[in-house]
């Protein structure tokens, strides 16, 4: 378990500049994260590289980009693609022949799942045949990235992999139940950990989100070694989630989302940055805040955790500018609705004893229980509902703030070198806004 280890500074640090390079190991899809990182390299007037994971033919093949499907990525990323694809993890890959994890999965039915066996030699030779072929694409990605890189460059490599769920029918009920359930629909956290359908997810997120970061430090010693040889400087970066310190009784508190079946990946990520840092590369996983995106959705409740980021903009000196978000926010709740309101029943849901004993640092990540199902879905349900409009949230416009804050916090650490893993919580995210909009 790595220590908590929070970033209390606003790092002001800057190594990058025109010239350099910014490097995507991940495919840009939609608006997330990075998309703080990318703008903080472009206001850097660096050059922007990225890769991609590839596309699937009707046979499930991988293949590389079309002409057209190429253009369109470069043209939203606002960079060069090397279009070879870097697909994670290996749900769909086998041994000449042989059947892969997902074809395997395809009998699996909500009713069955839990009794299901899988043959752990056949997974161990697909796990195996996924590894060489992404080592051998990346591989060959980071010779074209080479090229790319002007002698005397410094180089920021942005690790944005993360997911690895195979695409088969039930496991959809499943999550359904496991991460929205309640009541009868509930169904335990722990029943999939144990199961070989869930043994089988967990490595696969081991495979996607974490070793793919050693992965890319590896495959790029040499760009590492040339760019040290000139002088200059390497950076990694990944994305991580470890809970978060927010606003509790007036005090910052670490508090996580439960269950968070990624954790385990996650913690996996920290200790690959950590063996890097031993190893003299500057390589770091920032945790960051609670945010709503498409792929956290599935995960009702996760986005409670974001309202007391208003309070954290007026705590940590906020103006005019707090003022204004919130605004924004009561404009978004129905007539009758008051922020302060839903702000003390988000009080309320976090000093539930429930919710409570879900706050033990060292026990992450814990399994669901009915009880905290009932209180944290209950409790989204309830403030959904309190909108206007259920497609324009309060927690869209706190997402897009904690990223802008995230973004320059990322870029600047990285360059100040200060640990292999920190945490961004909502005292820091706060601080870096309110000095972006004094």
């Not at 066996?117 to 056949?122: H, P, S």
């Not at 072929?133 to 410094?154: C, H, W, Y």
Request: aromatic fraction near 8%; charged fraction near 20%; proline fraction near 4%.
């Amino acid at each position: 378990m790595t220590e908590l280890t929070p970033l209390r500074h606003i790092p002001q640090a800057n190594v990058f500049r025109k010239g350099d390079v910014f490097v995507l190991f991940g495919e840009l899809f939609g608006r997330g994260y990075v998309n703080g990182l990318i703008d903080e390299a472009r206001k850097a007037g660096m050059t922007i590289v990225g890769i991609t994971v590839g596309r699937r033919d009707e046979t499930g093949a991988l293949r590389a980009l079309t002409a057209e499907e190429h253009a369109e990525a470069e043209e939203k990323l606002g960079g060069r693609i090397v279009n070879v694809p870097l697909m994670a993890g290996f749900d769909m890959d086998a041994p000449e022949g042989e059947q892969n994890p997902t074809e395997m999965l395809s009998g699996v039915t909500l009713k069955g799942w839990q009794e299901d066996k899988l043959d752990w030699e056949k997974i161990e030779r697909c796990r195996a045949a996924g590894v060489r072929r992404f080592t051998t694409s990346a591989a060959q990605v980071m010779g074209e990235i080479d090229k790319l890189i002007p002698e005397g460059a410094n180089v920021f490599f942005a690790h944005t992999m993360a997911g690895g769920i195979p695409k088969i029918k039930a496991f959809l009920a499943i999550a359904n139940r496991i991460y929205k359930g309640r009541g009868e629909r509930f169904m335990s956290s722990r029943a999939l950990l144990e199961s070989d359908l869930g043994k089988l997810i967990l490595m696969n997120f081991d495979e996607v989100t974490a070793n793919t970061l050693k992965y890319l430090i590896d495959a790029s010693a040499p760009i590492r070694e040339r760019v040290a040889k000139a002088g200059g400087e390497v950076r990694y970066t990944a994305y991580g989630y470890h809970g978060t310190e927010i606003l509790i009784g007036g005090q910052y508190q670490w508090q996580t989302y439960t269950n968070y079946t990624q954790g385990y990946a996650k913690m996996r990520l920290e200790s690959v940055a950590q063996a890097a840092w031993k190893s003299g590369i500057a390589a770091t996983v920032f945790n960051c805040p609670e945010i709503r995106t498409n792929s956290s959705d599935i995960f009702v409740g996760v986005e409670l955790s974001l309202f007391p980021l208003l309070t954290a903009l007026k705590k940590e000196g906020g103006g005019a500018w707090a003022d204004q978000q919130w605004q924004i926010c009561q404009d978004l709740l129905g007539e009758g609705s008051s922020l302060q309101s839903l702000l003390d029943t988000i009080e309320g849901y976090n000093n539930d004893p429930t919710s409570a004993q879900f706050r033990n640092f060292e026990a992450w990540p814990m399994d669901n229980t009915p009880a905290l199902a009932d209180v944290m879905i209950g409790t989204s349900e309830a403030i959904t509902a309190l909108h206007k409009d259920k497609k324009a949230l309060i927690t869209d416009h706190l997402s897009s703030l904690v990223l802008e804050g995230a973004g320059p916090l990322m870029f600047h650490g990285a360059s100040e070198k200060i640990a292999p893993v920190l945490w961004l919580n909502h005292d820091i995210i706060a601080r870096q806004l309110n000095a972006l909009h004094p």
